[in-house]
């Protein structure tokens, strides 16, 4: 099925770094969403976007909504170790849900 | 959030045997749900879409013979495994959507091996 390509694949920083990636798509979505999976369980949704432009946070989290509908990206701020897990970004049109590829983060304290 | 409860969390099998897997909506009602496989180190890839009280939609490729599907309550979706051989052994997680919401959460997921 298709994916969405998400960048960097994995990534590994020491605690206090911020943290950014990306999603991209060849087409458009209605709404992003972004997810967290840890081990052995089911994604946890981090945020919500809507519309183009759009910027949301959560908390250290913040998320964008590219404003040509064809990208998102993932901040966090000031990494803790319990960051680490691998985040999914998912766009999403009338019944679908398409998601990325993941971003694998590591967080060295 | 909404809260989606899936169960079993893990179930080992003998081969040739079918096993159930069970998606609640707790608090809320959920009009479709989405059955998803992750293997190892990878993305979700989804399976089917359940609608309630009506056939699953199945992606390109999943067969509807060996992933039975039936969602008959709008809080209740199964998945079953039917015949299950150890390339099925996956982890296997749905999700469901609120009504007018665009937003999928997701249940914990089931590790299932087959051996």
């Known amino acids: 099925g298709q994916q969405l390509n998400q960048s960097p694949q994995s990534m590994f920083i020491q605690e206090g770094e911020d943290v950014s990636m990306n999603c991209t798509s060849s087409?458009?979505?209605?709404?992003w969403l972004w997810y967290k999976q840890e081990p052995g369980e089911g994604p946890v949704l981090l945020i919500a976007?809507?519309?183009?432009?759009e910027l949301t946070s959560n908390g250290r989290l913040t998320a964008q909504f590219g404003i040509t509908r064809k990208d998102s990206f993932l901040n966090i701020s000031a990494s803790i170790p319990s960051d680490v897990g691998i985040y999914f970004c998912?766009?999403?049109?009338?019944?679908?849900?398409?998601f990325g590829t993941g971003t694998r983060l590591k967080v060295l304290a | 959030g909404a809260v989606v409860s899936q169960h079993p969390s893990w179930v080992i099998c003998k081969s040739g045997t079918s096993v159930k897997i069970e998606c609640r909506s707790l608090?809320?009602?959920?009009?479709?749900m989405f059955w998803y496989r992750q293997f190892p180190k990878q993305s979700l890839m989804l399976m089917a879409t359940?609608?309630?009280?009506?056939?699953?939609?199945?992606e390109q490729g999943v067969e509807k013979d060996k992933f039975l599907i039936n969602h008959a309550s709008l809080t209740l979706s199964t998945l079953t495994v039917t015949s299950a051989h150890p390339e099925d052994s996956s982890f296997y997680i749905c999700?469901?959507?609120?009504?007018?919401?665009?937003?999928?959460?997701f249940g914990q997921g089931t590790r299932l091996t087959v051996v």
């Open positions: 359940s609608n309630e009280g009506s056939k699953a939609t199945y």
């Open positions: 608090d809320f009602q959920a009009t479709t």
């Open positions: 998912a766009g999403h049109r009338v019944l679908e849900y398409i």
């Open positions: 999700s469901a959507r609120e009504p007018g919401q665009l937003e999928a959460f």
């Open positions: 976007l809507y519309k183009a432009g």
């Open positions: 087409s458009i979505f209605n709404t």
